[in-house]
Structures are given as structure tokens and as C-alpha cells.
């Protein structure tokens, strides 16, 4: 069975970190471009960020820029969140984008994925 599960979210005070983890089972997760994706209550799906499979290319919506990272493994892709903000809360889940990793993370394109998992909640809040 092809899917991606995630780990790692959890509740932490506005400034802290955490470190999200995917894990691939049915298929080689290093051979794809896997993006990070979160959706908020009463919000779309936003693209955080992607990681190319050909270079490792690493791309970043503008709100996260400077604070997350992205990077993998052969088994893992995570996403490193440092100086978090409230604004930051959300379900984050990993996702395989169909035509892979595009320059900016609103592009049309990360509205098709090929898989995605269930999502680890991140709450930031004092």
C-alpha cells in the first residue's frame, strides 16, 4: 500500500521549534519530490515547502522563509520549523506532487497530489 505518514507536531510556545518527519511505505521516497503542506480551520491547503528528487532542490512559501528547512533522507523527508508563530498552527501534512516541485509554493500545481498522508498537528500558543 502506497502512503505517507507523518510525525512529529505537537503543542509549543511562540519562538520554539520542532522538527516534522515523513515516512514513505509502498513506494522509494528518494525517488520523488515531496512537498509539506498545512491547512488551518477555515483556510485552503498552503504549499510550505518542496524538496526536488533530482538535486534536492528546496523551495519555500515566503512566510516560512529563513525559519523552515526542508531535507531528506534516503527513508525520510522533514521539515525543520524554527521561530514559530502563532500563524504557524495548522495540520501539516507531507504530499507527493504529481509534476514535482515547482519555483513557488502557490503554484497551480501542488493542487494535484499523487499521495498524502494523514497530518501531525502543530499548535503554537503561550
Known amino acids: 500500500q502506497i502512503q505517507l505518514v507523518e510525525s512529529g507536531g505537537g503543542l509549543v510556545q511562540p519562538g520554539g521549534s520542532l522538527r516534522l518527519s515523513c515516512a514513505a511505505s509502498g513506494f522509494a521516497l528518494d525517488l520523488y519530490a515531496i512537498g509539506w503542506f498545512r491547512q488551518a480551520p477555515g483556510k485552503e491547503r498552503e504549499g510550505v515547502s518542496c524538496i526536488s528528487s533530482s538535486d534536492d532542490s528546496t523551495y519555500y512559501a515566503d512566510s516560512v522563509k529563513g525559519r523552515f528547512t526542508i531535507s531528506r533522507d534516503k527513508n525520510m523527508v522533514y521539515l525543520q520549523m524554527n521561530s514559530l508563530k502563532p500563524e504557524d498552527t495548522a495540520l501539516y501534512y507531507c504530499?507527493?506532487?504529481?509534476?514535482?516541485?515547482?519555483?513557488?509554493?502557490?503554484?497551480?500545481?501542488?493542487?494535484?497530489?499523487?499521495?498524502w498522508g494523514q497530518g501531525t498537528q502543530v499548535t503554537v500558543s503561550s
Open positions: 504530499g507527493r506532487p504529481t509534476y514535482g516541485c515547482a519555483a513557488r509554493m502557490d503554484d497551480s500545481r501542488y493542487k494535484l497530489l499523487e499521495v
